[in-house]
Protein backbone atom coordinates (compact mmCIF):
# COMPACT_ATOMS: atom_id res chain seq x y z
CA UNK A 1 0.00 0.00 0.00
CA UNK A 2 2.98 2.31 0.74
CA UNK A 3 4.03 1.83 -3.12
CA UNK A 4 0.61 3.09 -4.24
CA UNK A 5 -0.03 5.44 -2.16
CA UNK A 6 3.57 7.17 -3.25
CA UNK A 7 2.30 6.63 -6.98
CA UNK A 8 -0.43 8.38 -6.50
CA UNK A 9 0.88 11.13 -4.50
CA UNK A 10 3.72 11.53 -6.87
CA UNK A 11 1.61 13.59 -9.88
CA UNK A 12 0.08 16.19 -7.26
CA UNK A 13 3.60 17.35 -5.94
CA UNK A 14 5.57 18.38 -9.28
CA UNK A 15 4.03 21.41 -9.48
CA UNK A 16 2.71 23.71 -12.07
CA UNK A 17 3.93 23.56 -15.41
CA UNK A 18 5.07 20.29 -15.28
CA UNK A 19 1.87 18.03 -16.40
CA UNK A 20 2.95 16.94 -19.73
CA UNK A 21 6.54 16.12 -18.26
CA UNK A 22 5.62 13.93 -15.67
CA UNK A 23 3.68 11.20 -18.13
CA UNK A 24 6.34 10.79 -20.81
CA UNK A 25 8.07 7.75 -20.99
CA UNK A 26 10.31 8.12 -18.47
CA UNK A 27 8.09 9.13 -16.06
CA UNK A 28 5.18 6.61 -16.33
CA UNK A 29 7.47 3.71 -16.54
CA UNK A 30 8.99 3.30 -12.95
CA UNK A 31 4.77 4.33 -11.68
CA UNK A 32 3.56 1.76 -14.17
CA UNK A 33 6.14 -1.19 -12.55
CA UNK A 34 5.19 -0.41 -8.95
CA UNK A 35 1.56 -0.47 -9.37
CA UNK A 36 1.57 -3.30 -12.29
CA UNK A 37 -0.92 -5.87 -10.40
CA UNK A 38 -3.38 -2.67 -10.32
CA UNK A 39 -3.01 -2.38 -14.45
CA UNK A 40 -6.20 -4.02 -14.79
CA UNK A 41 -9.63 -5.35 -12.95
CA UNK A 42 -12.62 -7.84 -14.46
CA UNK A 43 -15.86 -7.05 -13.11
CA UNK A 44 -18.96 -8.93 -13.84
CA UNK A 45 -21.51 -6.16 -14.82
CA UNK A 46 -24.98 -6.74 -17.33
CA UNK A 47 -24.73 -10.17 -17.87
CA UNK A 48 -20.64 -9.60 -19.40
CA UNK A 49 -17.72 -9.63 -17.79
CA UNK A 50 -15.69 -5.86 -18.63
CA UNK A 51 -11.82 -5.81 -18.19
CA UNK A 52 -11.23 -2.12 -17.12
CA UNK A 53 -7.68 -0.70 -18.30
CA UNK A 54 -8.47 2.76 -16.38
CA UNK A 55 -5.42 2.44 -14.07
CA UNK A 56 -3.02 2.02 -17.47
CA UNK A 57 -5.43 4.96 -19.44
CA UNK A 58 -3.87 7.79 -16.78
CA UNK A 59 -0.43 6.89 -17.98
CA UNK A 60 -1.48 6.35 -21.17
CA UNK A 61 0.70 10.09 -21.67
CA UNK A 62 3.89 8.28 -21.64
CA UNK A 63 2.62 4.17 -24.08
CA UNK A 64 2.81 3.90 -27.03
CA UNK A 65 0.98 0.98 -27.26
CA UNK A 66 -1.01 -1.13 -25.00
CA UNK A 67 -2.05 -4.85 -26.21
CA UNK A 68 -4.17 -7.70 -23.84
CA UNK A 69 -5.10 -11.16 -24.64
CA UNK A 70 -7.86 -12.76 -23.21
CA UNK A 71 -7.33 -16.49 -21.83
CA UNK A 72 -3.69 -16.89 -23.96
CA UNK A 73 -5.97 -16.01 -27.35
CA UNK A 74 -4.57 -13.61 -30.27
CA UNK A 75 -3.18 -10.29 -28.70
CA UNK A 76 -5.29 -7.31 -29.35
CA UNK A 77 -4.70 -3.62 -29.25
CA UNK A 78 -6.27 -1.21 -26.94
CA UNK A 79 -6.99 1.76 -28.09
CA UNK A 80 -7.00 4.50 -24.95
CA UNK A 81 -8.43 7.41 -25.61
CA UNK A 82 -5.83 10.04 -26.82
CA UNK A 83 -3.74 11.65 -24.75
CA UNK A 84 -5.00 15.83 -24.89
CA UNK A 85 -2.03 18.12 -25.63
CA UNK A 86 -1.88 21.34 -24.76
CA UNK A 87 -5.09 20.44 -21.83
CA UNK A 88 -3.79 20.56 -18.36
CA UNK A 89 -3.84 17.52 -17.25
CA UNK A 90 -3.06 15.53 -20.89
CA UNK A 91 -3.82 12.88 -19.19
CA UNK A 92 -7.49 13.80 -18.56
CA UNK A 93 -10.52 11.15 -19.35
CA UNK A 94 -13.20 13.08 -21.06
CA UNK A 95 -14.90 9.79 -21.92
CA UNK A 96 -16.01 11.56 -24.94
CA UNK A 97 -17.16 8.10 -27.12
CA UNK A 98 -14.36 6.26 -24.83
CA UNK A 99 -15.32 3.97 -22.09
CA UNK A 100 -12.34 2.61 -20.38
CA UNK A 101 -13.16 -1.27 -20.40
CA UNK A 102 -13.93 -3.89 -22.91
CA UNK A 103 -16.55 -6.77 -23.01
CA UNK A 104 -16.52 -10.25 -23.03
CA UNK A 105 -19.21 -13.11 -22.63
CA UNK A 106 -19.84 -13.49 -18.86
CA UNK A 107 -17.55 -16.53 -16.69
CA UNK A 108 -15.52 -16.19 -20.07
CA UNK A 109 -12.43 -14.15 -18.82
CA UNK A 110 -9.82 -16.89 -17.36
CA UNK A 111 -6.93 -14.78 -17.45
CA UNK A 112 -5.66 -11.19 -19.71
CA UNK A 113 -2.43 -10.44 -20.67
CA UNK A 114 -1.30 -6.56 -21.09
CA UNK A 115 1.74 -5.85 -22.35
CA UNK A 116 2.71 -1.96 -22.51
CA UNK A 117 4.65 -0.51 -24.87
CA UNK A 118 6.47 3.00 -23.83
CA UNK A 119 7.74 6.00 -25.55
CA UNK A 120 11.20 5.07 -25.72
CA UNK A 121 10.24 1.54 -27.21
CA UNK A 122 10.65 -0.58 -24.46
CA UNK A 123 7.65 -2.78 -22.39
CA UNK A 124 6.55 -4.32 -19.75
CA UNK A 125 3.93 -7.08 -19.84
CA UNK A 126 1.55 -8.64 -16.62
CA UNK A 127 -0.82 -11.44 -16.50
CA UNK A 128 -3.75 -11.52 -14.35
CA UNK A 129 -6.15 -14.29 -13.01
CA UNK A 130 -10.12 -13.52 -12.88
CA UNK A 131 -10.05 -14.35 -9.03
CA UNK A 132 -6.79 -11.64 -8.58
CA UNK A 133 -8.37 -8.86 -10.87
CA UNK A 134 -12.08 -8.93 -10.17
CA UNK A 135 -14.01 -6.26 -8.13
CA UNK A 136 -17.36 -5.99 -6.91
Known amino acids: MRVLSLALCLPLTLGAGSAAAQFEGMSVKPILEMTRANWIAVREWDGQDLIYFTHIEVYRCGLSRIDYSVNDGKAQSYAAEPCHEGRTPPNAMTLEGHLPFVAQP ?20 ARFDRAGALID
Open 106 to 125: LGSVDTVTVRLTFEDGSEAS
